[in-house]
């Protein structure tokens, strides 16, 4: 299994998610952008495959995805769940947040991200 990673693409997509970031990723970036979390490298709107991720760390093959109210339909729980199964296939964990974590909880969240930074 062949992992492509941030292929040219996909490059106009990750532009524009970075340009359009939700206030949550905001928010998450704020605290993880320049190696503030443990001296860890974040990446953000990092593509695998077809699917972009909100944050990844390659050093860990750590994802980070945060949910807001359109990730709990029917249809889009089923679409994640694949996702991440082709994520892990990759050798990537996939670690998720709703959005409301990270605002309202931003040390509990980054102590959970520092559970998998190992």
């Not at 996909?10 to 524009?16: D, G, H, K, M, W």
């Not at 949550?24 to 979390?37: C, G, S, Y």
């Not at 807001?68 to 670690?95: A, P």
Request: net charge positive; proline share 3%.
């Amino acid at each position: 299994m062949t992992k492509t990673l941030n292929t040219k693409k996909l490059q106009p997509y990750r532009r524009s998610l970075r340009k359009k970031m939700t206030f949550a990723e905001v928010a998450l970036w704020l605290m993880i952008k320049n190696k503030q979390l443990d001296g860890v490298r974040f990446l953000r709107q990092y593509s695998v495959g077809n699917f972009i991720l909100d944050f990844y760390t390659p050093q860990f093959k750590l994802a980070i995805e945060l949910d807001g109210d359109g990730h709990f339909t029917e249809q889009q729980m089923e679409y994640d769940k694949k996702r991440d199964e082709y994520l892990n296939s990759q050798g990537i964990k996939v670690l998720r947040f709703e959005n409301f974590e990270v605002i309202d909880y931003p040390d509990r969240s980054l102590n959970e991200i520092r559970k998998y930074l190992v």
